[in-house]
């Protein structure tokens, strides 16, 4: 498995034990060009894999299982909404146009790096949102069984592949 779609897989169920996969999946979301249409719809495929893993690991209820269904989905929509692939490519049309230029202007460079720290925020948000719900939703003994699932079965080196 390639060491980014490691990181992609680790992302829910880390988050629901963690939430320490949160921003290196989302770094790696964009470095892999993983937007909306098939490549999401794999990656959404694996992360709910590995969500329902942990949570067979943790012996949760139907009603516990469907509402972090209903938390991963929302989450998901919310992390993809970041990721528009229209905007993504005239973001990089207009870095590398300003980095062709005789001169870096530097207020729009600073431009480009406060639209990034939005939503990089918003991401943030939305996982620390998602982090909280399922945190509450499942019992000491449920959240322990999780993260000890993601210890035992992912590596968190980052020479993995």
Do not use: C, W
Not at 45 to 60: P, S, T, W, Y
Not at 96 to 120: C, W, Y
């Amino acid at each position: 498995m390639k060491r980014s779609s490691l990181k992609i897989g680790l992302f829910f169920a880390a988050s629901l034990a963690l939430g320490t996969a949160a921003f290196t999946t989302h770094r790696a979301l964009a470095q892999e060009g993983f937007g909306h249409g098939a490549k999401a719809a794999m990656v959404q495929h694996m992360i709910g894999k590995r969500i329902d893993e942990a949570l067979d690991a943790a012996k949760v209820n139907d009603k516990q299982r469907q509402a972090v269904h209903e938390i991963r989905d929302r989450t998901f929509q919310k992390v993809l909404a970041q990721h528009n692939d229209q905007d993504r490519g005239a973001e990089m049309e207009r870095a590398l146009s300003l980095f062709t230029g005789d001169r870096i202007d530097p207020n729009e460079l600073q431009a480009i790096r406060a639209k990034h720290e939005v939503q990089m925020k918003q991401v943030g948000d939305a996982i620390t949102e998602a982090l909280t719900e399922v945190h509450d939703l499942l019992t000491p003994v449920q959240r322990k069984a999780v993260a000890d699932y993601v210890r035992t079965h992912h590596s968190h080196g980052h020479g993995q592949n």
